[in-house]
């Protein structure tokens, strides 16, 4: 049918900008990104080539030196994945607490809001400067350690509050806490609140109601906010820098770094690895939540 | 005193966790905003040492080579730009997708995909695509205008490489508000429209426009706010010229200073005044309806 054609071709026609946008900006870029990686390059440009070396380079030595240590990348990714790990058990158990406090325990819908919306401000605000905003208090003169020494707990000052794997920790919980909150309130606020009632009227204890009936039903906002999380982990390079000290390193660290030297063809390699174990992890992450289903 | 209303089990421990999590997400940013305030002899911690508006006067001044006004007009541009082309195609895109849009699974899984994308990838590949064309452009002019050669720089820049960058990281929010506004949108006032004979601009107009005018300034500032903090895609493709963000994250290991604090508080002020400006759009919106 002409009608339909010219429809869905109007409807191609408002949808272009946008689609040009992600063609020209993510697509493209990504596809280069593969393509240079098998790249060489001299001081000052690049080669066009077809060689699998960038790679091979990244591998140096892998798994194990000659020394019988771990190679250099199987460090940084075990570092980066050790993050990851961390920050999402602490930000699931934390978003998940957060969101079901609001949901099921805050009473009224403009309540709710009002607290959903205190939790999800600083997301508007620069990640940069709330990882600074950690400095006056954790710092070797901060006030934790005021409080510390003050109250004759210890007797030096804690080195470790700060640029450290501590802080990293601690400063992603911060940052990215809201993106578990949200999609797990999200999925909490389309329960049937008759389900919860069913469940008491059985008998269910209350940590047998959050346990066998609210998680399960938050599988999806779990899912979505777990991805996010690890993503932002997996790639991040600004908190590990500014939280490090720059002294720690990550995986999107080394990539920016080489990026800044104009090793365009290592940081390219770097990447596509990076992106098969990101693409692994949320493959991994939606399969076991399916198989428990199932089992 | 008996309480007045049984709570549920569990309510207290959580109301506990939920103040201390509150308290931990402000209680840092309220520290460095007191002590942007510190005295001209203060340092980065506490306690304070007099109260002073020095360290704005000193931000004025400039940092360094730095020139904050200016990274700070940049950001402020780059901003109201990404937030325009966000309003306008993902409501656009919105709209193409109440549609039948055959393709548009796919589209959106690419959205998607850029969404939850490790930045730097993103930005790698920016950077990467307008070095090449940079080259790629020079290879061109020597062949067939040499004389221009020497004008020509890069076309990497902040309205080039990366509102493009900035982009893919605002356009998804966009597009997944408008997916929810439509959502819930009921068609049935479109149907009444169209009915007494408005034509689909007339409908579009004055019937959808004025409906969902609240959502898209939301989307508004959701395209202002990610652009004004955003430094992880941008930090490979904006060129020569900084961002304030980005120069912020530089200073984070050269100053040691409370200017750094009043850089943040200033900053957040203006994170602040916007999300204040939406707020205050859609209550006046609320109450020209009533």
């Known amino acids: ?295 | 005193m008996a309480p007045t209303r049984k709570r549920a089990p569990g309510f207290w421990p959580l109301a506990l966790l939920f103040t201390a999590f509150v308290l931990f997400l402000y209680g840092p940013m309220l520290a460095i905003f007191v002590l942007s305030f510190q005295g001209p002899e203060g340092g980065l911690t506490f306690p304070m040492r007099g109260a002073s508006l020095h360290w704005f006067a000193k931000l004025w001044e400039g940092i360094g080579v730095i020139d904050i006004g200016a990274a700070f007009r940049r950001s402020l541009a780059l901003g109201a730009v990404v937030m325009g082309l966000t309003v306008a195609l993902a409501l656009l895109a919105g709209l193409a997708y109440r549609k039948r849009l055959p393709g548009g699974t796919a589209l959106f899984y690419v959205v998607v995909a850029s969404l939850i994308m490790p930045s730097i990838i993103v930005s790698l590949g920016v950077g990467l695509m307008f070095r090449l064309l940079d080259t790629g452009l020079k290879a061109l002019l020597e062949a067939h205008a040499p004389e221009l050669l020497e004008a020509f720089t890069t076309t990497m820049g902040l309205f080039t490489s990366g509102l493009g960058a900035q982009l893919t990281w605002t356009l998804p929010f966009g597009l997944l508000i408008m997916f929810a506004v439509f959502n819930r949108f009921n068609p049935a006032y479109e149907e009444a429209a169209r009915d007494l004979g408005a034509s689909p601009w007339q409908s579009f107009r004055h019937v959808l426009l004025p409906l969902i005018g609240p959502s898209l300034v939301g989307v508004g500032m959701f395209g202002f706010t990610l652009s004004w903090d955003e430094i992880a895609r941008s930090s490979q493709a904006m060129g020569d010229l900084n961002t304030l963000p980005l120069e912020l994250q530089g200073l984070t290991t050269t100053v040691t200073t409370p200017v750094i604090y009043a850089l943040g508080t200033v900053t957040t002020v203006v994170s602040f005044a916007v999300m204040g400006a939406t707020l205050a759009i859609l209550w006046l919106w609320q109450r020209r309806r009533q």
């Open chain 1, 1 to 295: 049918m002409s009608n339909s054609r010219t429809s869905a071709a109007f409807a191609w026609l408002q949808a272009a900008p946008l689609t040009a946008v992600f063609a020209l900006f993510f697509v493209l870029p990504l596809a280069l990104v593969v393509m240079v990686s098998f790249w060489q390059a001299s001081e000052y440009e690049l080669l066009p080539a077809f060689t699998a070396q960038n790679y091979l380079d990244v591998f140096t030595g892998c798994p194990v030196t000659a020394d019988g240590d771990l190679c250099v990348t199987a460090k940084t990714y075990l570092s980066t994945l050790k993050f990851g790990v961390l920050t999402w058990l602490i930000t699931a158990l934390l978003g998940f607490a957060i969101a079901y406090f609001l949901a099921f325990h805050v009473q009224g819908t403009l309540m709710q809001t009002v607290l959903f919306i205190v939790c999800t401000v600083p997301f508007w605000t620069s990640n940069v400067i709330r990882m600074i905003s950690w400095v006056p208090l954790l710092g070797r003169n901060g006030l934790v350690n005021q409080l510390l020494v003050g109250s004759g707990l210890v007797a030096e000052p804690v080195e470790w509050l700060l640029f450290s794997d501590f802080s990293v920790v601690l400063a992603f919980v911060h940052l990215y806490t809201m993106f578990m909150i949200v999609p797990i309130f999200n999925s909490m606020m389309r329960i049937d609140r008759s389900l919860i009632e069913a469940a008491r009227d059985n008998g269910a204890t209350p940590w047998q109601t959050v346990l066998h009936v609210v998680l399960p039903l938050c599988r999806t906002g779990l899912i979505i906010g777990s991805i996010f999380v690890l993503a932002l982990v997996m790639g991040d390079f600004v908190t590990v820098g500014v939280m490090g000290g720059q002294q720690i390193a990550s995986v999107g660290k080394v990539i920016q770094v080489q990026t800044s030297y104009l090793q365009f063809p290592m940081a390219a390699a770097n990447a596509v690895i990076l992106l098969a174990v990101v693409l692994l992890m949320i493959v991994a992450l939606m399969r076991l939540v399916n198989l428990r289903k199932e089992l």
